[in-house]
């Protein structure tokens, strides 16, 4: 996808972001106009003998001022939402796949990864987020090991694998009083680029912008419930392949739509929950093109498949001093990961010219987190996860993950 695309996708969502702060701001600007403390005993004593009201103010010339009255919240409510804000978010898991080329004849000769987006697409609502909507900018490092494969020769094994280094810059941004958030994350990667004689591929590092809108729907002193929508799209690069000299283009076409429900609770003050089930459904599919020399010739539409994701997390404090100069807390998290295909794969093309499909077909995946929070003032974290796939081939994406993720509130 031209970088001129992307641009024009990063000024819509700065533009967004700016109504909804501007939205945000007179919002609570309007809450604070409702009640004041001052005038409270005012109110009460002109309901029960407005008489008498009415008499007190019978020498006043002019009006008094008009009061303005302060809705507080109760001790108990800001030490609820105060709670649940200091509880850390859950750390993630996923690597998407977009499936795999194969050519040859009688049967594959060479194979690889589509890379789309340079992998960075198919966001997951749980990666480094709880219920509770939050003000915040972020920052994501993932290195997901062994990831991408390409292979010139499958008669001798000519494969390589690629490691992904995934960086994504992010904010999220609370209004209607606290009760909406929304989330954008844009992230990038180092190139999929491989070269033989027989075959080449080649992914661009740019990912695809991603924008959730999250919604409070219930909030108790020990938890909050959350629903909401993200839609990824497809500001990423495509994916660029030559096979036998043949070459071809995948476009990264699909906008994903991606409905969610999202759990955090605190049984206890050291102990917290988060549990995430999402559907990541693809609105359209990705254009393919034969890319001769009287110009590209349409191949077919490669749809992604639906997927479900179920992710569970649990952590404890370790310790916590909010007077501590640098370290004020400390938790840990243990995390368990669940992705799921909800149909069959497509499959665009044929052997023994070139086939475009998800050789699994069908994947159930199950992911190992383990990470550590650090808080290391009121209002900065900073957290490193790794995970470890529990499942062999083809239900295994990658071979381990190493995630640092830094969130500062405002």
Known sequence: MPLRTCGCALAVAMFTFYQLSLWSALAKADEASYWTDESVDDVLQFVQDPGAAADAAEPQLQPPPPTRLVRV??????????RLASVPNMLGDTFPSAGQIFSGSPSPTVAADIGL??????????????????????????HFNNALAADGDLATSDRQRFSVERFTIGLEKTFGCGLWSVDVRMPFTNEFDFTSPNLDVNGGPIGNLAISIKRLLYETDNGAISAGLGIDTPTGSDFN?????????????????????????????????HIFAQLDIPANGNRIEFVGLGGPTPLGILNDQTLLYLDASLGRWLYRDPCADYLTGLAALVE????????????VGGLPDVAFLESANRRDILNLTFGLHGQLTSNTDVRVGAVFPLRNKPDRLFDSEVQVQVNRRF
């Open 73 to 82: 919240q109760p001790a108990a409510v800001r030490r609820s939402r105060f």
């Open 117 to 142: 987006a340079g992998g960075a697409r198919r966001m997951k609502i749980a990666e480094n987020n709880k219920a509770l909507p939050a003000d915040r900018v972020f920052f994501m490092y993932n």
């Open 241 to 273: 392949v030559s096979v036998f000299a043949r070459p071809y283009t995948v476009h990264n076409d699909a906008v994903l739509l991606m409905p969610y429900l999202g759990l955090t609770a605190t049984p206890d003050d050291n102990t917290f929950v």
């Open 336 to 347: 368990l990961h669940y992705t799921s295909t909800l149909n069959d794969t497509d499959i």
